[in-house]
């Protein structure tokens, strides 16, 4: 809103004719803005927030909406973040993100900021690029007068096409009158068929691009309303198409530099700049390197990623980041809080040891390109979702299927983006078109019912639907099998599948298609050709939930199918044997095993078994908290009380499908209805009650509730008046329900329930089903799956397990009768019994920690273990049992069966298909962990573990793990951060006194000694660590205990010494996947190469190993056989190692099986079969990677809903020009926007609201009625209410495309309306710039007048009149007279300027006051006003001194005159001479009488005045002429040419003056060739020396070459210094400049710098000796004459270099060169301006041309100030153009410059 009030005021200044103008009014509008912008405020009061950017505002605000504080450190934090952050907030919010996690995300860049990391703290505003390095305020006007021009110009364009239009109008009129025709009979079509008629679907995308275009435009432009909070990414330009089309092609690509999407035209390049920093600064990780390097280390853990390896580098066990449980906690530092399990640390630190010095260095995930820090998690899973699927989903059409389909749309169901989903694109389909053309009687059916039956030509589709097909059919031709054979048969050879067109392929001709086409015909021959409808995971499932009683799989159409209606609309029996063939191979595609895969991944057991059997019901919703939560929300509304069982939904299904046939809805009682067998129906009586309700409420059948369930508001059987109307497809639409009953209905159909309905099961744990529902289809399952298996719940479980056939509860007929324990009065038939008493033996032992993972974890850690024991799984999977536990009867229930049931696991079911029940590892008791657990060291007393003795014998009260308070602190090393208490601690001393041999060192003493050890038979540990067992042995008996407790537990702190890991390196040695692994697992599943264990891990295990190798099974199975084994165990021992041996095979073979132990777990496997097929679980893997997992469908769900609530609106009283802005501005009727009107009306009522109010509303829609769109003003109809003024009505963008297709108020343009559009566009574009560069015109010359406003420059206080040189009669001394004449002090009454106190004479001081009081209006506030105000100044043209008042005002009443016009023309002048001394230039080759060799003279011969003839005859002219037009390019705006542009210039370099137009300014068309090297050269250095006069100086005028730019000259190698000099004159020369190299311009420099700052600058002008640098080393120079190693970039000599090398000059040297210098700079004695001379102000020398800015004043070499308030190039020291370096002092008067200059 501020631009475009700016940009309008703007557009006003072309009429202005004052700055001052602009200035005031510019300034009342700023105000209006900033009070309205606070108005807008709601955080007030708060200094830190007021100055923070605007975007964080608007972040805080939302986070305040949401109920969080936002303390003032974090408002302190924030305010350290950059400009360019700012724009990534802006990015951010875009794509959906939470404000919490941007918040996340600021916070760690501002604590970079913070800590003097960031890298734009210290940028300064740069000045725009605008050619405004001349004059400002005269710029400002001519930019404004060329502009006005402009827009004539571009006025009549605009005449021209509206002229165009007017002639285009009845044309478009007759093309939307066909248009309409046709739309008009395929509605017809559709809807006689019973579908929905949507436009929006058949229009060509590209006209749906256009019109959402220009709804765009029209809504950010032109709209009042406020859109700043709404997704700003609208613009064609910024779809992935086009960014790729920038990645790959940059600026040489076609479709992003395009004026307007598609069109042949490029934009300008200022629009082109902004979309390619767009592209730089957006979506940057979307680049194909970004995906390349996210293929490359993805599987990668997070913590082994640079950040984190560096903590541990540098910080170790006080690192916060590399030691955090997760991702997230390491991001934010908080691993001290939430650390990883001491096992999991000591694992990273292993690899960290042999991964560094970086780790893995992943690209991708940076939190901006380039940067070391990562990306938020959230950031990197939207990321990788990316790289995985690309964002197909975010589009508009994915975004507006969301609003109609709801939680069924592709987007929440299909990873990558679905092809040929369509019915017709089937390969049925395509093989009818391609066969038989128009006569096909398939793919031309209306409907796909009809085109399974090839009625085609009885129920055909509308010629505009068929067009469609046509149309993607010729475009698809290369899906026909004969080219995806070729193919197959020869790969990237082949010729066929490449062709562009189907006759190229047929012919063998033609170039082949891009490779970005060829990658998309490849991918769809891979994945392609296999995606029938019915294959979808949903229709698994129902297949393997329900069989052939199943209401979706076996459906006709998938209609059909989706709908319910498999039973009442089937599909033909051998197609339905097809899919059950298909289904019994793919039993794995159902949902469930796609989450175990992505919850548990390489470790999942579910997805890897043999087959569907032992996961039945493994489904998470079936759990009994699940059911539960059913049973109080949803079971009152579709399950009544046993006495209405028959309401039901299968019930009403059953009559409506039967009637009086059906014998479910006719028993007697329920449990004759479940069976459905008709052989004890009701009543008379009763049947005639039940089919009245039936005929009452039929829609509440499954069929009904299913097209509810899909379809929404746009279902018609559901909403329809009654079944007949609901089964007619023809009158379903036409014989609706009344509203009050549809409501009814709706409101029956949703599902309640904050748990069982839920997406996941993390979210149906967290009780968040409504944020985050499953499919409303989904829901009717699950509630239908509920009502039927009551008897899977627990309790029946229980009484199955207690009391077998004699149960009173599991055997009922139905659940009232299973409550009431009543099986014996009313069971259930014996066929069903014995269903239930299948499933309790084989599948009830379903709970999640029965799983194998929570298994192991039991096993391997026991009570230590943080999995088996969380209350539910997604706890577990987090590690959270400690903090979530569940409760002691159900952990003390789960330890017991795990001791049971702890084989069945993949490591022991391996051993089982390798030795059967009898193998080493499942043919234990227990697991051996479990069986050598220690149960002293576990729970509460952890500290008794092995590593905590050896801590407390090694360090005493110094150890950092014993002594800490818990095992997490223990583990990472904060015993003195985080201590126990000291009675804890003295309890744990008192014991290590009685158990310090227990230590591993002990241990390993007795291991490797025996009884000759000298540590573990010691008396006491002081004993030990001296080494002293020998002679301080403990008694006998002791000894004794202490052996056998290192028996006892002997190996069983180390998995990888099971034997199991000790046969995998006996027959594999290094090459073994088992013991090589990090990990038990990981090893169990022979991941060694994935997941491996450190190299000096590896190494211990391998010398071990080699020590142990008899303990591997075959081995133990030769032992156990006795005498009748081959003795292999016994190979090599001694006496003494066979005795060892025996005695270890006898403690470690553990308690056999019984007989009947071993048959359980027999039958057990064999039940549970694993897919042992490499390739077949490889196929299981790629399929479940492109399946959707909860978590994504989630994130997906998150971004639609806020993108819906986001959509851009504009006001309804807006719509006739935003129709207009479609239509080439043609309005429209008022009967078309009432069309439109009721179009968005119905489009609203028909938007599927899958979420329901108990969701809430969404970020974004803080205003939004019911359905979330923003509408808070509507009536019922939807279209605004007018009793609610306060809140506007609204249409949205997505509304408007879909009102606008149905009405067809669209008409596409044609060539001629195209390129008009693409004028325009660049019209406009270039209308931007114009407002751009004219803003940033007049803030320049805002900026220029407060400069003027503040004080005098440099110039205006230094200048010396060429006729009055003395110093005191400096402007400065003027001043300083006027200041206080009486002060005896003023620097004006010293006898010289160096500021030494010597008072001149009297006499002397009335003399100077006479002539400050003649010259008072030569002080610098009167040249200041001269400056400001021009001929507008009244001050300085008085006649005398104005009256002052004691401020130096001048007084209101003050009546002095006003002076001579002579006197002030005079006055004029000397200002002007003044500021640009360089007008006073007198050319060096100027006689003494040629005054008017100067080029302000020439200037004024080029504009026509007559003062450069004065005092001249006809000979004299004529001379003068000629040497005026000689010497052109000697004008002040030529020479300020080449300062700005240097080379780059083309004016002056031109052979002849270039031809002008009656402004002065060279003509576009002007082609005058350029002058010849020489000339350029020649031109060059004159400007050179008129820009710095010194450099022509000479002492003898005779000896022209004796000059500095000629010392120079011959230092530099040049030629030039050698004119017209034979051999001695040139060695006479030669050594003239040898002796004088001190006079070169750069030492003058030198010199002039040194005085005023000594220290800042080496003195080489005080060297006895040159330089080497200084030519006369010719030798050793290079292409300057300087030395290389003595220069930096600009050929300066280094700042570092030392003041001066070898013998310092004399006094008497000194002093003069001193004098020397002192003389070569006075200032240039120009001619004096005589009286006459006419005033010639300063002219605009050429019209902007958008050149780079100088940071130099052109006219006076002034420094630019570097605060001006625009940001572009950074400001150098140096000319960008010549390459000069910048000087800080005056180049006339030596003068140091000051920093305000």
Not at 200 to 217: C, T, Y
Request: glycine residues 6%; hydrophobic residues 25%.
């Amino acid at each position: 809103t501020v631009s475009v009030l700016y940009w309008k005021l703007l557009t006003e200044l072309q009429s202005l004719s004052s700055i001052m103008v602009f200035q005031h009014r510019y300034e009342g509008v700023k105000e209006d803005m900033e009070e309205s912008a606070k108005q807008r405020r709601q955080l007030v009061g708060n200094n830190l927030f007021e100055n923070l950017g605007e975007p964080i505002k608007n972040l805080l605000q939302e986070i305040e909406k949401e109920g969080k504080d936002v303390d003032d450190k974090t408002l302190e934090l924030l305010s350290h973040i950059t400009v360019k952050q700012l724009a990534k907030i802006f990015d951010m919010l875009g794509q959906g993100e939470d404000p919490e996690t941007i918040l996340a995300w600021l916070k760690r860049r501002a604590r970079k900021n913070r800590a003097g990391k960031d890298e734009w703290k210290d940028e300064r505003k740069k000045m725009i690029a605008t050619g405004a390095e001349r004059d400002p305020i005269a710029f400002y006007k001519a930019l404004e007068a060329a502009n006005a021009a402009k827009a004539e110009e571009y006025e009549q364009m605009e005449e021209d096409r509206q002229q165009l239009r007017l002639a285009k109008a009845k044309e478009r009129e007759k093309r939307r009158a066909e248009k309409q025709k046709e739309l008009e009979a395929a509605k017809k079509a559709v809807e006689d068929q019973g579908g929905w008629w949507k436009a929006a679907e058949h229009m060509p995308e590209k006209d749906k691009n256009a019109i959402n275009n220009a709804f765009d435009k029209f809504a950010t432009k032109e709209s009042d309303f406020d859109n700043g909070d709404k997704d700003q990414d609208g613009e064609w330009w910024k779809r992935d198409p086009f960014r790729r089309d920038w990645e790959r092609h940059k600026a040489k690509g076609k479709k992003w530099t395009a004026v307007i999407e598609g069109a042949p035209e490029k934009a300008t390049d200022a629009e082109l700049a902004v979309r390619e920093e767009f592209y730089k600064g957006n979506d940057w990780w979307k680049a194909d390197r970004y995906k390349r390097d996210w293929e490359a280390t993805k599987d990668a853990d997070w913590w082994k990623e640079e950040p984190y390896i560096k903590d541990w580098q540098q910080n170790k066990h006080d690192g916060a980041r590399w030691k955090a449980a997760d991702e997230e906690s390491g991001l934010e530092s908080e691993g001290h809080t939430y650390p990883a399990p001491p096992e999991e640390q000591k694992r990273r630190e292993d690899w960290y040891k042999a991964n560094g010095p970086r780790g893995v260095v992943k690209k991708w995930n940076a939190a901006t390109e380039g940067d070391p820090e990562k990306c938020s998690v959230p950031e990197k899973d939207a990321r990788e979702e990316f790289y995985r699927n690309g964002d197909w989903w975010k589009n508009d059409d994915a975004r507006q299927a969301f609003k109609e389909q709801g939680l069924d749309a592709d987007a929440l169901n299909f990873a990558g983006q679905p092809q040929d989903t369509e019915w017709w694109k089937q390969e049925p389909y395509r093989e009818d078109y391609f066969k038989n053309g128009d006569k096909g009687k398939k793919w031309a059916a209306a409907t796909e019912g009809a085109g399974i039956d090839g009625t085609a030509d009885k129920n055909p589709a509308p010629e505009v639907e068929k067009k469609r097909r046509e149309d993607w059919y010729k475009n698809n031709w290369w899906k026909q099998p004969e080219y995806k054979d070729d193919w197959k048969k020869n790969g990237k050879n082949g010729k066929m599948w490449k062709a562009p067109s189907e006759d190229a392929a047929k012919a063998g001709t033609g170039k082949p298609v891009g490779e970005e086409e060829k990658r998309h015909r490849e991918d769809w021959y891979k994945n392609g050709g296999d995606d029938e409808w019915w294959k979808k995971p949903q229709f698994v499932e129902d297949y393997f939930q329900k069989g052939p009683e199943g209401r979706h799989w076996g459906g006709k159409t998938e209609e059909d199918g989706n709908g319910g209606r498999a039973q009442e609309n089937p599909a033909a029996p051998e197609e339905k044997q097809k899919r059950e063939d298909w289904y019994r191979q793919n039993w794995w595609k159902q949902p469930k095993y796609t989450d175990d895969f992505h919850k548990n991944g390489a470790l999942g057991a579910a997805w890897k078994a043999g087959n569907d059997g032992p996961n039945t019901d493994k489904e998470w919703w079936k759990q009994p908290p699940f059911i539960e939560n059913w049973s109080t929300t949803m079971k009152p509304k579709t399950k009544p009380d046993d006495q209405e069982w028959w309401k039901q939904p299968e019930y009403i299904e059953d009559f409506n499908l039967k009637g009086p046939e059906g014998k479910k809805w006719t028993a007697a009682d329920e449990t004759h209805g479940i069976e459905g067998k008709g052989d004890k129906p009701a009543s008379p009586e009763e049947q005639k009650k039940r089919e009245d309700w039936y005929r009452d409420n039929w829609w509440k059948a499954p069929q009904y509730a299913f097209d509810w369930a899909k379809k929404g508001p746009s279902g018609k059987r559901w909403k329809a008046a009654s079944k007949a109307a609901a089964d007619d497809p023809k009158k379903g639409a036409k014989e609706p329900c009344s509203e009050e009953e549809e409501k009814a209905r709706d409101a029956w159909y949703r599902p309640v329930g904050d748990m069982w309905r839920a997406l996941g099961e993390e979210a149906g744990f967290a009780k968040k089903a409504a944020e985050t529902p499953c499919t409303q289809s989904d829901a009717l399952n699950r509630d239908e799956w509920y009502r039927n298996n009551w008897w899977k719940a627990p309790e029946y479980i229980e009484d199955w397990k207690k009391n077998g056939a004699e149960g009173k509860k599991w055997p009922a007929g139905n659940e009232a009768a299973g409550k009431a324990g009543e099986a014996d009065k009313d069971p259930a038939s014996d066929e069903e019994k014995q269903k239930r008493d299948d499933w309790y033996r084989n599948n009830a032992d379903n709970e999640w920690w029965k799983e194998p993972q929570y298994i192991e974890d039991w096993g391997q850690n026991g009570q230590d273990g943080a999995k088996w024991n969380a209350d539910n799984r997604p706890n577990a999977d987090k590690s959270g049992g400690k903090e979530h536990p569940c409760t002691p009867e159900e952990k003390e229930e789960r330890d017991e069966w795990y001791k049971k049931n702890w084989w069945k696991t993949p490591q022991a079911k391996d051993d089982w298909d390798k030795n059967g029940a009898a193998g080493p590892v499942c043919g234990r008791k227990l697991p051996t962990a479990v069986e050598r657990q220690d149960p002293e060291a576990t729970g509460d007393d952890w500290w008794k573990k092995p590593e905590f003795i050896e801590d407390w014998m090694k360090k005493g009260d110094a150890g950092k793990h014993w002594t800490a308070e818990d095992p997490v602190a223990a583990a990472a090393g904060q015993g003195h951060k985080k201590p126990a208490t000291d009675p804890e601690k003295e309890a744990r001393e008192q014991w290590y006194k009685d158990n310090w041999w227990k230590a591993p060192s002990c241990v390993d003493d007795w291991a490797k000694n025996g009884a000759a050890g000298k540590k573990w038979g010691a008396v006491d540990p002081e004993a030990t660590k001296a080494n002293e067992g020998d002679t301080k042995p403990a008694s006998d008996d002791e000894k004794d205990k202490r052996e056998d407790w290192y028996r006892k537990h002997g190996d069983a702190d180390e998995w990888w010494k099971r034997p199991e890991f000790i046969e995998d390196y006996a027959k594999a040695g290094p090459a073994g996947k088992k013991w090589t692994a990090g990990n038990p697992t990981a090893g169990a599943l022979g991941q060694g190469q994935e997941c491996p264990a450190s190299g000096p891990e590896k190494k211990k295990r391998e010398d071990w190993y080699k020590d142990n190798w008899w303990k591997a099974p075959e081995y133990s199975e030769d032992w156990a056989k006795g005498p009748a084994g081959e003795g292999k165990w016994k190979k090599d021992a001694t006496p003494e190692e066979e005795k060892a041996r025996d005695a270890w095979f006898r403690e470690n073979q553990g308690e056999p099986l019984s007989p009947e132990e071993q048959a359980e777990r027999d039958d057990w496997f064999k039940k549970h079969p694993e897919e042992t097929s490499d390739p077949q679980l490889d196929k299981r893997e790629e399929w479940f990677k492109k399946q959707l997992s909860d978590d994504d469908k989630a994130r997906r769900m998150d971004w639609l809903r806020d993108r819906a609530a986001n959509d851009k609106c504009i006001l309804e009283d807006e719509l006739p020009e935003a129709l207009a802005a479609i239509n080439e501005g043609q309005k429209p009727t008022d009967k078309q926007v009432k069309a439109i009107l009721d179009a968005v009306a119905k489009a609203r009522k028909a938007e599927k609201d899958d979420f329901g109010p108990e969701a809430g509303k969404k970020k974004g829609a803080a205003d939004d009625d019911d359905d979330g769109m923003g509408r808070d003003g509507d009536d019922e109809d939807g279209m605004g209410r007018d009793d609610d003024e306060e809140k506007p009505k609204v249409i949205t963008q997505d509304e408007f495309l879909k009102a606008v297709a149905e009405t067809n108020m669209y008409v596409p343009p044609d060539e001629d309306e195209l390129e008009m559009q693409a004028e325009e566009e660049r019209v406009n574009q270039e209308k931007d710039e114009m407002t751009r560069q004219e803003e940033e015109a007049a803030y320049l010359a805002m900026d220029a007048e407060e400069e003027i406003a503040k004080q005098p420059e440099e110039w205006q206080k230094k200048y010396v009149d060429p006729e009055n040189p003395e110093w005191w009669k400096r402007p400065e001394f003027i001043e300083s007279f006027q200041k206080d004449p009486e002060d005896a002090e003023a620097d004006w009454r010293m006898d010289d300027e160096s500021g030494k106190k010597r008072p001149i004479s009297g006499e002397e001081a009335a003399e100077r006051e006479q002539w400050y009081k003649d010259n008072w209006w030569k002080a610098p506030k009167f040249s200041q006003e001269w400056r400001r105000d021009d001929d507008n100044g009244d001050n300085w043209k008085k006649q005398s001194r104005p009256e002052e008042e004691d401020d130096g005002a001048v007084r209101e009443d003050d009546e002095t005159p006003e002076a001579s016009p002579e006197e002030i023309k005079e006055r004029e002048d000397w200002f002007r001479n003044a500021k640009n001394p360089e007008r006073q230039f007198k050319d060096p080759e100027a006689k003494e009488d040629e005054w008017w060799k100067t080029p302000k003279f020439i200037e004024d011969f080029q504009e026509g005045g007559d003062d450069c003839m004065r005092d001249a005859d006809e000979d004299e002219k004529k001379k003068r002429e000629d040497w005026f037009k000689d010497n052109w390019w000697k004008a002040p705006k030529y020479s300020t040419e080449w300062r700005r542009d240097g080379e780059a210039g083309d004016n002056w370099k031109k052979a002849g003056r270039p031809d002008e137009d009656e402004d002065g300014m060279v003509r576009d068309d002007d082609e005058t060739p350029e002058a010849t090297p020489e000339e350029v050269k020649e031109r060059e250095q004159w400007y050179k020396n008129a820009k710095n006069p010194e450099r022509t100086f000479k002492e003898e005028e005779d000896d022209w070459w004796q000059t500095p730019e000629n010392i120079e000259d011959f230092q530099d190698g040049g030629d030039a210094c050698m004119r017209d000099a034979d051999e001695d004159e040139k060695e006479k020369r030669e050594q003239w400049y040898k002796d004088n190299w001190w006079k070169a311009p750069k030492h003058m420099e030198n010199w002039t710098k040194a005085q005023k700052e000594p220290e800042a600058a080496p003195d080489t002008w005080m060297r006895a000796a040159a330089p080497v640098d200084d030519g006369m080393k010719r030798d050793e120079e290079d292409d300057d004459g300087m030395k290389r190693d003595d220069e930096d970039d600009d050929g300066m000599k280094r700042d570092d270099e030392e003041p001066f090398v070898g013998e310092k000059i004399t006094p008497e040297q000194e002093a003069e060169r001193v004098a020397w210098y002192k003389k070569a700079i006075e200032p240039f004695h120009g001619e004096k301006l005589k009286d006459d001379e006419p005033f010639k102000g300063e002219k605009l020398e050429e019209p902007f041309s958008g050149e780079k800015l100088k940071d130099e004043d052109p006219f006076t070499g002034e420094k630019l100030k570097d605060e001006d308030p625009f940001v572009g190039e950074k400001l150098k020291d140096e000319d960008p153009f010549t390459g000069e370096k910048l000087k800080d002092e005056d180049p006339f008067t030596g003068e140091k410059l000051k920093d305000e200059d």
